[in-house]
């Protein structure tokens, strides 16, 4: 069964940073692309950064790759989200996702995601 479960999330003022990590369990994670989503309250899902198995390409949303950064360590399963510069726009739950075949998706794994809240 796989499980996706995320951490890191929390409250932060505006201009600060977070680090968001999924750590990823019943599934070959070398084999997998990873992403990170968001959702903010009355507003449908957004995609923001994704990383192919070798982590030597990414695919980034215009809205937010000058501040969002992710990575990931095989060794450990897991897949970040450096945060920097956060704005209180950047209010969301933020979900990573896997997907066997491309940084572009299907995304058919979800995580139970992360409250991120940022204060003005």
């Known amino acids: 069964q796989v499980q996706l479960v995320e951490s890191g999330g929390g409250l932060v003022q505006a201009g600060g940073s977070l680090r968001l990590s999924c750590s990823a369990y019943?599934?070959?994670?070398?084999?997998?692309?990873m992403g990170w989503f968001r959702q903010a309250p009355g507003k449908e899902r957004e995609f923001i950064v994704s990383i192919n198995w070798s982590a030597d390409s990414t695919y980034a949303a215009d809205s937010t790759k000058d501040r969002f950064t992710i990575s990931r360590d095989s060794a450990k399963n897991t897949v970040y989200l450096q945060m920097n510069s956060l704005k209180p726009e950047d209010t969301a739950v933020y979900y990573c996702a896997a997907a066997p075949d491309s940084i572009y998706g299907p995304f058919p794994y979800w995580g139970q995601g992360t409250q991120v809240t940022v204060s003005s």
């Open positions: 019943g599934l070959t994670f070398s084999r997998y692309a």
